[in-house]
């Protein structure tokens, strides 16, 4: 058999064990003694659902009023600066300048952007590392570098109620993954 035989054959194989454990996934079976199970257990699924069928019904306007209450909160992340996000971000806007940060060693100056209109950007590439951020990302990046704050769990209701009241700051704008942070007046020297 050819090089070019031997790598199909091989690429073959690899891909029928992979959709075989795959399916064996799917199946409810789950990849014991091969690695761990992805599944929740049957138990926990149905607490879960219990649960859920208890749970009031939200709403998204609910939500946001729950975010613009933590936007303005100068404890959240259990900060001590006694900064809240609105400090820098006034109504959502921006109050200019630029907010220094320290990285790997190094101080810089941040811009500070204006947020009305800032989600539609996410997700995008951000911060000195290049590293592909969410808009639950962006919101704990400035809580624990500005407010030097703990990050929120992003699985749990205070992120998405954060999330959601910043989104709120993009109504009526054009989704657009990738787009570059919109800075109100540019600060010489800052990113």
């Given at each position: ?9 091989m690429a ?7 959709f075989?454990m ?5 199946a409810?079976?789950g ?8 599944y929740?257990?049957?138990?926990k699924?149905?607490k ?9 019904p939200?709403t998204l306007?609910a939500?946001t009023m729950?975010g613009?209450?933590?936007?303005n909160?100068?404890?959240?992340g259990?900060?001590?600066?006694g900064q ?7 109504g959502?806007?921006?109050i ?8 790997k060693?190094?101080k810089m100056?941040v ?8 989600a ?14 969410d808009?639950?990302?962006?919101n704990?990046?400035?809580i624990?570098?500005?407010?030097k704050?703990?990050?929120?769990n992003?699985?749990m209701?205070?992120?998405?109620d954060l999330?959601a ?6 109504k009526?704008?054009r ?6 942070k919109?800075?109100p007046?540019?600060?010489p020297?800052?990113?």
């Amino acid at each position: 058999m050819s090089n070019k035989g031997v790598v199909i054959s091989m690429a073959i194989a690899v891909t029928v064990a992979f959709f075989g454990m795959s399916l064996y996934a799917v199946a409810g079976e789950g990849m014991k003694g091969m690695m761990m199970d992805p599944y929740i257990p049957k138990e926990k699924v149905m607490k879960m659902k219990e649960m859920m069928m208890k749970m009031k019904p939200d709403t998204l306007e609910a939500a946001t009023m729950r975010g613009e209450k933590m936007f303005n909160n100068p404890k959240l992340g259990k900060n001590q600066t006694g900064q809240s996000c609105a400090t820098c971000h006034s109504g959502g806007g921006s109050i200019g300048g630029a907010a220094e940060m320290s990285w790997k060693g190094m101080k810089m100056k941040v811009a500070i952007p204006t947020l009305k209109g800032a989600a539609v950007n996410f997700p995008a590439i951000r911060g000195p590392m290049k590293r592909i951020a969410d808009l639950g990302d962006m919101n704990n990046m400035c809580i624990m570098t500005f407010m030097k704050g703990l990050p929120i769990n992003k699985n749990m209701r205070p992120a998405v109620d954060l999330q959601a009241y910043v989104a709120s700051l993009s109504k009526g704008k054009r989704y657009r993954p990738g787009g570059m942070k919109v800075v109100p007046t540019p600060v010489p020297g800052a990113m």
